[in-house]
């Protein structure tokens, strides 16, 4: 089942910050976050693992919640390169299972 | 390092012809897959790879078939062509040891494909 994202898009003025969440039904082994930009390939940002670790790129940061089976993103003094569509991956089975993905648009 | 190369990068398609997308990686990684994205929407897993002769189906295999001769290529072919294969369609690969979840997905550019 396809993790919900949330919210579906978002509009920040340059240096403000944001939060993008990604909600699974399933049990999570981990997450992965990766941006797309209009007409490009997803690109990859960070893996969360079991255990609430956090992690960083650049102003960008993450953490995950295994027991609520939830993972947000968090976007620190957003910069107008951080435009693009967010979208969380859950890992089962060796397979994964990507969310409906997040709209950010940085104006400045 | 090319990363992961897709061809062709656009194609148009008659109802029920044939194709196969190609996918080659020189990263020398054992992990590949293959996604469709429908216009504003995420990537839908159709057919991922463990090795070379490996092969299992994902979410949305139906229409579409796949094989893994080499560690590099990993083709995708849609045989009967139909409106509803109209996306894109992305390839990646992962290099993967002991477990995948914590190993990142590298993608290609993708291929756009209408089918009219």
């Known amino acids: 089942q396809q993790p919900v994202q949330s919210p579906q898009a978002v509009i920040l003025r340059e240096g403000e910050d944001a939060v993008i969440n990604c909600s699974s039904s399933k049990a999570l082994y981990s997450v992965h976050w990766y941006r797309q930009k209009h007409g490009e390939a997803p690109v990859f940002l960070m893996i969360?693992?079991?255990?609430?670790e956090q992690k960083g790129h650049e102003k960008i940061s993450a953490s995950f919640n295994e027991k609520k089976q939830q993972s947000s993103l968090y976007l620190t003094a957003s910069q107008l390169s951080y435009s693009g569509t967010y979208f969380c991956?859950?890992?089962?089975?060796?397979?994964?299972?990507f969310g409906t993905g997040t709209r950010l648009t940085i104006i400045p | 390092n090319a990363g992961v190369t897709q061809t062709p990068k656009f194609r148009i398609l008659k109802i029920g012809q044939s194709m196969t997308l190609q996918c080659t990686q020189d990263?020398?990684?054992?992990?590949m897959y293959w996604y469709r994205q429908d216009p504003g929407m995420g990537l839908k897993l159709i057919y991922y790879?463990?090795?070379?002769?490996?092969?299992d189906k994902g979410e949305v295999p139906n229409g579409y078939n796949v094989s893994r001769s080499t560690t590099e290529d990993f083709p995708l072919r849609l045989e009967l062509a139909a409106p509803s294969q109209t996306s894109v369609y992305f390839c990646?690969?992962?290099?993967?040891?002991?477990?995948?979840?914590?190993?990142?997905?590298?993608f290609g550019d993708g291929t756009r494909l209408s089918i009219l």
């Open positions: 991956g859950t890992e089962r089975h060796e397979k994964l299972t």
């Open positions: 969360l693992l079991k255990g609430g």
């Open positions: 990263m020398n990684h054992n992990y």
């Open positions: 790879s463990v090795g070379a002769g490996i092969t």
């Open positions: 990646a690969s992962s290099y993967v040891t002991l477990e995948p979840r914590n190993q990142p997905q590298h």
